[in-house]
């Protein structure tokens, strides 16, 4: 049971460049999602997706796009990499929820990070 | 949008103390999480808490939902020097986190 890895776990980009981050999780979770870490601004929500062939956007979803095409996988893909994109980008899944009961299958699980630099 | 303030932004403190830091929102969560950061790695899960006033502990972490569900705190007792990290708080409600800021934690043996 490996949990949830990330590829790759560091990339120079080119600005205008594109790319695509790889998650995958062994775990059936339901739930996956993509955070960016800042120095100082703690871990911010840019896609999620609540099962297979779903997305949604989160806080800071500018300049992203995902794809949840099998529920082990969730991709991240950079159309034309900026600057400001220049991030830790972490991977992270849960079990489904129930909307008005929390329970512990809301906990969130995170891979091991993508450092990511944009020239 | 929602937002989490978490306090100290940091802390240096010698082996053995105990260590307090906390949590507050203008929103109401269902949960309270508390992850810590070691340096090029994930957030792990230290403490997860699901009910107001519920305290919960985990060997020398000790983290409480707060009543009103719009803070949380965690302590660290007797710390030692494999307690540096970053500590992150996080609310969550429907399905999505909503991270502190993080408490950097420096222990001098």
């Known amino acids: 049971n490996a949990g949830v890895t990330q590829t790759p776990k560091f990339r120079v980009l080119k600005t205008g460049q594109s790319m695509t981050l790889l998650c995958a999780q062994d775990?059936?979770?339901?739930?996956m999602y993509w955070y960016r870490q800042d120095p100082g601004m703690g871990l911010r929500l840019i896609h999620y997706?609540?099962?297979?062939?779903?997305?949604a956007k989160g806080e800071v979803p500018d300049g992203y796009n995902v794809s949840r095409l099998k529920k082990q996988n969730f991709l991240l893909g950079l159309e034309s990499a900026a600057p400001s994109q220049t991030s830790v980008y972490f991977c992270?899944?849960?079990?489904?929820?129930?909307?008005?009961?929390?329970?512990?299958?809301?906990?969130?699980?995170f891979g091991p990070g993508t450092r990511l630099l944009v020239l | 949008g929602q937002q989490l303030n978490q306090s100290p932004q940091s802390m240096f403190i010698q082996e053995g103390e105990d260590v307090s830091m906390n949590c507050t929102s203008s929103?109401?969560?269902?949960?309270w999480l508390w992850y810590k950061q070691d340096p090029g790695e994930g957030p792990v899960l230290l403490i997860a808490?699901?009910?107001?006033?519920e305290l919960t502990s985990n060997g020398r972490l000790t983290a409480q939902f707060g009543i009103t569900r719009k803070d949380s705190f965690l302590n660290i007792s007797a710390s030692i020097p494999s307690d540096v990290g970053i500590y992150f708080c996080?609310?969550?409600?429907?399905?999505?986190?909503?991270f502190g800021q993080g408490t950097e934690l420096s222990v001098k043996p």
């Open positions: 808490l699901y009910k107001a006033g």
């Open positions: 997706s609540v099962g297979e062939g779903t997305t």
């Open positions: 992270a899944s849960s079990y489904r929820f129930d909307l008005w009961v929390a329970s512990r299958q809301e906990t969130q699980y």
């Open positions: 929103s109401i969560f269902n949960t």
């Open positions: 996080a609310g969550q409600l429907g399905g999505k986190l909503i």
């Open positions: 775990m059936n979770h339901e739930y």
